[in-house]
Nanobody
């Protein structure tokens, strides 16, 4: 059974930090890219960051560049998203998803987690 399980969300004050985890199972981790996607209330899904498990290359949305860091522990089949200098506009449900590579439309990602809530207070 394919599973992506996010954890690490919560409530934090502006300027604070959180570290999200995405634990994957049931598929060949090294064959996939893992993307972090967020959805704020009333807004569309937004790709935040992506990492290719095969070569470790990374991509960041302009809105989080310099504040968020994506990393992967292939031995644990886990991807992390370190979020620093958080802003109220980062408030959203954060999902991880597995797909063929970065730079593809979100609908091409095959597997999705259930999401974890991140709330940043001002």
């Amino acid at each position: 059974e394919v599973q992506l399980v996010e954890s690490g969300g919560g409530l934090v004050q502006a300027g604070g930090s959180l570290k999200l985890s995405c634990a994957a199972s049931g598929f060949t981790f090294d064959d996939y890219a893992i993307v972090w996607v967020r959805q704020a209330p009333g807004k569309e899904h937004e790709g935040v960051s992506c990492i290719s498990s095969s070569d470790g290359s990374t991509v960041y949305a302009d809105s989080v560049k310099g504040r968020f860091t994506i990393s992967s522990d292939n031995a644990k089949n886990t991807v992390y998203l370190q979020m620093d200098s958080l802003k109220p506009e980062d408030t959203a449900v954060y999902y991880c998803a597995a797909g063929p590579r970065c730079y593809v439309p979100l609908h091409e990602y095959d597997y999705w987690g259930q999401g974890t809530q991140v709330t940043v207070s001002s």
